[in-house]
């Protein structure tokens, strides 16, 4: 019983020391760890507890997100047919029932014209009539200004024309799709959804899918998901855009007492620290400080501010508690950005234990360090 008792005041005398001499082994860094030096005058990192009362004002703060910026063009209605442009071909077909044509040989009554290509500057070449401008005509209105041509000098001349749509008649959808290629336009009001359902719809892999078109030189962007809720941002195509598919590119680290370490990918337009936490499996039971739930972020230097619209440092840390009513509200108001660092506290409970185990085990005695928070 007295050696029992000594090694209990050895053990005592360890633990005093141990506390105030180090850090105690874990996992994850404790949130006075983190916040201490906040309150020192050289302090390169500001501290913002997000509460009810914090929260308007911090989502008043410059947009910080280092995800590229894209624009996007809104939803104009197009002609329901097809427009010719230049690269196009057209067949022609003529008739003629007269008793002498230019057009005609001798017993013939119909003549082909097969494979005429519309030039750069939008025109066709024709036997007799020259030069005829048809771009940016429906097929209807072209054939009726190659027949007005050709009655000049056969006023019984009748015209049919086809139409083939050439590279300025056709989009290209490149990637993120069932079955990607070069489509022709059958009408000058197919929008970028009209486009992905004739590939096949989108791929099933990517995380929150981000459209992009490009047009004469430019890129858009826009993800799916509020394409397809806002119709009018549903874009008409022009010949020539190029449209593809990928996963969103942001993302958040999630670090510490969480059930997931990692780095986490925005499965929507918008995550909240509430849903970061959900993403990564929730908190540790054992060892998470549910009142220690840090947003680390980086600003650029253009939004720093000398008042309150905005951080007055470049490094800031946002604070949670998620043991108050209010702080679960605020955590689901609150925006997580891209390359944000969540970091999950470990709870002071967890150190003092595992401290306590350690020492024990060192003089045979067994527990664990559960048992003891």
Partial sequence: MTQFAGKVALITACLSILSACSDPPGGAPQAGQILSEASQ????????????ETLPLLASWPRHDRARQYGWI????????????????IDLAIWDNGDSSLLMEKGRK???MKGIRVTPAGEVFLPYVDQVYIANMTPDRARAVVQEKFSAISPTAQVQLLHTPGRESSVDLISGVTTPGSFPLP????????????GGGISK?????????????KLYGISANKLMDEPSLDTTLAGGDKVYLESDERYFLSLGAANKESQVFFPSDQVTVLDAASLVGGLSATRANAKGVLILREYPSTSIRTDE????TNRVVFVF?????????SAGEFPVQHKDLVLVTESSVVG??????LIYEAFGIVIRAEDLT
């Fill in 41 to 52: 005058k050289d302090a390169n990192y500001a501290v913002y507890p997000v509460t009810r």
């Fill in 74 to 89: 809104k939803r104009q209605s197009g002609p329901s047919s097809q427009v010719i442009a230049p690269g196009d071909v």
């Fill in 110 to 112: 119909t003549v082909e």
């Fill in 187 to 198: 009408d000058r009001d197919v929008t970028v959804l009209g486009l992905i359902a004739m």
């Fill in 205 to 217: 892999d990517l995380i929150n899918p981000q459209v992009r078109l490009s047009r004469n030189g």
């Fill in 309 to 312: 619209t905005g951080p007055k």
């Fill in 321 to 329: 508690d998620l043991k108050s009513a209010d702080g679960l509200f």
């Fill in 352 to 357: 003092t234990a595992t401290i306590i185990s």
